[in-house]
T-cell receptor, first 114, second 111 residues
């Protein structure tokens, strides 16, 4: 089955700087890669996702890149703000219509230092 | 803004008691997942359903856990008997291909 590794496990960044979180996955058949943000005591929330036919996707201060050959995805957060402090999870799936089963990474705890 | 709902939000019980957690998926979503989250194990998939039929429950301890979807608006996860090691946050998520949306979770404490 799919195995997703995520690093670093913790990351502290000065407010206003950029943060980068990396994920590697094992199954070359995986084709859908979402990223979730989980604030303390709350539900994981989908913040951005990317499919294998796309190399990069951006939504305001958040961007995700995908290198399908290297089986590697990265989440980039620019101009970080205190509300970006949370745990971030990457995930991967062999997604086709009717199959949405995700394998999650172990999470990165991001702390923004004011 | 449609959201997945879960009840109860918190549950404290004693070892050996039965626990039932409920989930209402987003209307129109035909796939429902149950996850367990702990500090040690992270997010683990317990079971999931499509169109109310169970597709995969390999992540669930079969001797004490059971999951059902009696109708399209309700999914249940039952633990009987509960044990202290079951203490965790249990999330339900519903999916509309390919995106999954999580409920607020049930924080279970088994004493």
């Amino acid at each position: 089955g799919e195995n997703v590794e995520q690093h670093p496990s913790t990351l502290s960044v000065q407010e206003g700087d950029s943060a980068v979180i990396k994920c590697t996955y094992s199954d070359s058949a995986s084709n859908y890669f979402p990223w979730y943000k989980q604030e303390l005591g709350k539900r994981p929330q989908l913040i951005i996702d990317i499919r294998s036919n796309v190399g990069e996707k951006k939504d305001q201060r958040i961007a995700v890149t995908l290198n399908k050959t290297a089986k590697h995805s990265s989440l980039h957060i620019t101009e970080t703000q205190p509300e970006d402090s949370a745990v971030y999870f990457c995930a991967a799936s062999i997604s086709n219509f009717g199959n949405e089963k995700l394998t999650f990474g172990t999470g990165t705890r991001l702390t923004i230092i004011p | 803004d449609a959201r997945v709902t879960q009840t109860p939000r918190h549950k404290v019980t004693e070892m050996g008691q039965e626990v039932t957690m409920r989930c209402q998926p987003i209307l129109g979503h035909n796939t429902v997942f149950w996850y367990r989250q702990t500090m040690m194990q992270g997010l683990e998939l317990l079971a999931y359903f499509r169109n109310r039929a169970p597709l995969d429950d390999s992540g669930m301890p079969k001797d004490r856990f059971s999951a059902e979807m009696p109708d399209a608006t309700l999914a249940t996860l039952k633990i009987q008997p509960s044990e202290p090691r079951d203490s965790a946050v249990y999330f339900c998520a519903s999916a509309q291909y390919p995106e999954q949306f999580f409920g607020p979770g049930t924080r279970l404490t088994v004493l």
